[in-house]
């Protein structure tokens, strides 16, 4: 099956609500529906850094999305391009488009200047890892996440 991949654009916002829903359902989280239009609106509007892509099966329909984030770095003087999010959905996965998604983002990071695009998924989650082992190199990386919401207990 062969897609098109393209920029994520206002009139995508159903379609895109759908899968990053479902996404978000693989992952087990949810989000306020105002994250989720607030999001959509910086990834099609392409701020803050951020884009998006969208994979269009031959009948027009979104059948994966991927965003991307540019930011500076301190490793080095160009940007880094960290892939946020990744979606395929099941009826198309194992059909090339995660892999035109990914390469999708990459060379929008490599236009922007960025030298680096990374990304982390869950240790459990192999068959993305099976494609991701053969586009880019795993690192020994643990990642941590603190909520700055909330008030953190002392540490004694």
Same mark, same amino acid.
């Given at each position: 099956?062969?897609?098109?991949?393209?920029?994520?654009?206002?009139?995508?916002?159903?379609?895109?609500?759908?899968?990053?829903?479902?996404?978000?359902?693989?992952?087990?989280?949810?989000?306020?529906?105002?994250?989720?239009?607030?999001?959509?609106?910086?990834? $099609?509007?392409?701020?803050?850094?951020?884009?998006? +892509?969208? #994979?269009? %099966?031959?009948? @027009? /329909?979104?059948?994966?999305? &991927?965003?991307?984030?540019?930011?500076?770095?301190?490793?080095?003087? $160009?940007?880094?391009?960290?892939?946020?999010?990744? +979606?395929? #959905?099941? %009826?198309?996965? @194992? /059909?090339?488009?995660?892999? &035109?998604?990914?390469?999708?983002?990459?060379?929008?990071?490599?236009?922007?200047?960025?030298?680096?695009?990374?990304?982390?998924?869950?240790?459990?989650?192999?068959?993305?890892?099976?494609?991701?082992?053969?586009?880019?190199?795993?690192?020994?990386?643990?990642?941590?996440?603190?909520?700055?919401?909330?008030?953190?207990?002392?540490?004694?």
């Amino acid at each position: 099956m062969a897609f098109a991949v393209r920029p994520i654009v206002t009139g995508d916002l159903d379609e895109w609500i759908a899968l990053w829903t479902a996404y978000l359902d693989f992952y087990r989280e949810t989000l306020d529906d105002q994250v989720k239009r607030r999001t959509f609106e910086r990834l $099609s509007r392409r701020e803050d850094g951020l884009f998006g +892509f969208g #994979a269009e %099966s031959p009948d @027009g /329909t979104l059948v994966g999305i &991927a965003h991307g984030i540019l930011h500076p770095s301190t490793w080095s003087t $160009s940007p880094a391009c960290y892939l946020e999010d990744l +979606f395929v #959905a099941p %009826s198309a996965r @194992g /059909t090339g488009a995660a892999r &035109a998604l990914i390469e999708s983002v990459a060379e929008e990071a490599r236009r922007r200047g960025a030298t680096k695009l990374y990304w982390h998924t869950q240790e459990f989650n192999g068959p993305a890892r099976s494609l991701y082992d053969q586009l880019a190199t795993r690192v020994s990386f643990v990642v941590y996440e603190r909520s700055l919401v909330a008030a953190q207990p002392a540490h004694r």
